[in-house]
């Protein structure tokens, strides 16, 4: 079965950091575009970043440049999102997908996972 597997949510105090992990399950995201989206109960899912096969190239949504960082081990066959200075607002169910381009999120490939949920409060 070709998912995958979101871990790392849980419940941080405003300005604490967490670090999300994105296994692949069944195939290998090393030539992928692996995109992280959030999801509040009652809005769309948005993009929150992205990065290339190879690493290189990263972006973010606005409201999270500068606190989270994007990265990858494709040895490992997993993606990570590391989130930092987490405000109340980034508080979500985030899933991590492959896309077919980075810069617009666009062209989802496959199912969403179960995601993994990121409360922030105190």
């Known amino acids: 079965q070709l998912q995958f597997v979101e871990s790392g949510g849980g419940l941080v105090q405003p300005g604490g950091s967490l670090t999300l992990s994105c296994a692949a399950s069944?195939?290998?995201?090393?030539?992928?575009?692996i995109a992280w989206f959030r999801q509040i109960p009652g809005k769309e899912r948005e993009g929150v970043s992205c990065?290339?096969?190879?690493?290189?190239?990263?972006n973010y949504a606005n409201s999270v440049q500068g606190r989270f960082t994007i990265s990858r081990d494709n040895a490992q066959n997993t993606a990570y999102l590391r989130m930092g200075n987490l405000k109340p607002e980034d508080a979500a169910v985030y899933y991590c997908?492959?896309?077919?381009?980075?810069?617009?999120?666009?062209?989802?490939?496959?199912?969403w996972g179960r995601g993994t949920q990121v409360t922030v409060s105190s």
């Open positions: 997908v492959r896309v077919l381009a980075c810069r617009d999120y666009a062209g989802r490939i496959g199912s």
């Open positions: 069944g195939f290998t995201l090393a030539n992928s575009n």
């Open positions: 990065i290339t096969p190879n690493g290189i190239t990263t």
